[in-house]
């Protein structure tokens, strides 16, 4: 007996010991992290190449070996508390019963943002806050009692998802001061300007690493700071409240808008949509059992089962599926090549976004600072093929979320929605920054239609880097900036107060 439990043992060690050189072997082969325990959520495959990088055209003065320099490590993370652990556990335990009832009203990082007591009203007859089943939520009061911005990341944090917050709750490093030798862009926007909460850095996070390389290139002694006030799920609204009372305090010189998704409607176009139910799950790969899905994001073995089980679905050749028969009915009057921004009905929200931008820069105008506006990328094109399981979000964004439109008609639309931003700029003599011109549309830089994945951070943030940096050079030459004298900010510092709730 004592020969057999040697052998066993023996028999087991070898297998455990092969079980982990093949997993670590995975993860190298997928460009994965070698000794993470939790795979960050839109993990592209392969990391961008060279050949990729100089797709882009590269600033003069800028080094191409800049695209692979990563900032430093934030030395804010910390570990979330054990309690914001079961909290985060629970909740996506209540977001599996709410998807599994067709019903999709919070994500598990609703959790730990500070909601806006003005526009949260009664608690219990929030739908949000009820499908959380939550037993307390955390709450701010408004500097101007008003309802925007819905809420505002919890300062000084590190969440069970991944996001790290300063001191007065954007993602990223701790603030840094404000002096003489300051120039302050500050990014605004939703997801795609906060990124996925998963990932070691969001965009502007690359970016003010990189501004720090070019200063050194240029023996420049500017201390140029790079923020990310943005958060998910919001809209322009929100964003003008967040340039009002976080930004503005902050004396940025810059203030750069990207975002084009949130309030992209086609709904106004089409009045008379046939009632047509979205395919079923044949669409993209088969949906893996959750067992493995979770076990996705530990293990590179066990996202190449997943991959392989995905790949036995039918119908899977990646095309856009049959749509019902419908028509745009353009706006009469509107000139879709040289729009009027005066235009009454504007689609995709323009009118409001407009208005919005336009607090934006009357707000920022009385700081001395500039706003910025960027074209959004969507990732949308008739006739495109993708691979159904590598892409499969991409798939099912375009042909759930925003079923029943056409590839073509979103593209359109994405279109026409940049020749605003682009016009508008114009109309006001604002930096212009054209990501949609030059951003590639490599399917393994998407996470989804809007979504970067990992790489494709990157990417886009090389893309905005490129178009910033003679931007900053002319304010440079002229004398602009620097600007600021010592002590000049006043930080939107804020109190988070949690409260129970005692819905029925």
Request: hydrophobic share 40%; aromatic share 12%.
């Amino acid at each position: 007996m004592s020969g057999n439990w040697k052998n066993y043992l023996l028999a087991g060690t070898i297998v455990v010991f092969g079980v982990l050189v093949a997993e670590a072997t995975t993860r190298y082969l997928d460009s994965l992290p070698i000794f993470a325990t939790t795979f960050p959520l839109g993990l592209s495959a392969e990391p961008p190449t060279r050949e990729q990088r100089d797709q882009i055209p590269l600033s003069a003065g800028v080094s191409p070996e800049w695209f692979f320099a990563d900032p430093p490590p934030l030395p804010n993370r910390t570990k979330p508390s054990a309690e914001w652990v079961r909290r985060f556990e629970e909740a996506q335990q209540a977001e599996q019963a709410a998807l599994a009832a067709g019903q999709v009203l919070f994500q598990p990082a609703d959790m730990f943002k500070v909601w806006n007591s003005s526009w949260a009203g009664e608690l219990c007859g929030n739908a949000i806050f009820r499908a959380m089943q939550a037993r307390s939520l955390y709450f701010y009061d408004p500097v101007d009692g008003r309802p925007y911005p819905r809420y505002r990341y919890y300062p000084n944090a590190t969440t069970p998802g991944g996001l790290v917050t300063n001191e007065i709750g954007w993602r990223g490093p701790p603030l840094r001061p404000l002096t003489k030798r300051t120039v302050r862009i500050v990014f605004v926007g939703a997801s795609t300007t906060a990124d996925t909460h998963g990932f070691p850095w969001s965009y502007p996070e690359l970016i003010d690493h990189w501004l720090k390389l070019w200063a050194a290139s240029r023996n420049l002694d500017v201390d140029f700071q790079a923020m990310n006030a943005a958060r998910e799920a919001i809209w322009s609204t929100d964003n003008a409240a967040i340039v009002r009372n976080e930004i503005v305090p902050m004396r940025p010189d810059m203030v750069v808008y990207y975002e084009g998704a949130n309030q992209f409607f086609l709904t106004s176009l089409v009045p008379n949509m046939p009632p047509v139910a979205p395919p079923g799950s044949t669409l993209m790969a088969t949906t893996a059992p959750a067992w493995l899905q979770e076990l996705s994001r530990h293990s590179a073995l066990a996202r190449r089962v997943q991959a392989a089980t995905g790949a036995l679905g039918d119908n899977l050749d990646g095309r856009e599926p049959p749509k019902p028969d419908y028509r745009l009915e353009w706006p009469k009057g509107l000139d879709e090549d040289d729009p009027a921004l005066d235009f009454p009905t504007l689609p995709v929200n323009l009118n409001t976004i407009q208005a919005d931008l336009d607090q934006m820069r009357g707000d920022l105008a009385g700081v001395d600072a500039e706003l910025a506006v960027a074209s959004f990328v969507w990732f949308a094109k008739d006739g495109m093929v993708l691979d159904p399981v590598r892409h499969r979000y991409i798939l099912q964004y375009l042909n759930r979320a925003k079923w029943p439109f056409r590839y073509r008609d979103i593209e359109r639309l994405a279109a026409f929605q940049n020749r605003v931003f682009k016009k508008y700029a114009a109309a006001h003599g604002l930096p212009f920054i054209d990501v949609a011109r030059d951003m590639p549309r490599n399917p393994d830089f998407f996470s989804d239609a809007i979504h970067n994945t990992l790489s494709g951070v990157r990417v886009r943030a090389w893309v905005v880097f490129q178009q910033l940096v003679p931007i900053i050079e002319d304010r440079l030459a002229r004398g602009s900036w620097p600007r600021h004298a010592e002590g000049q900010e006043h930080r939107p510092l804020f109190e988070a107060r949690e409260k129970e709730l005692k819905c029925n």
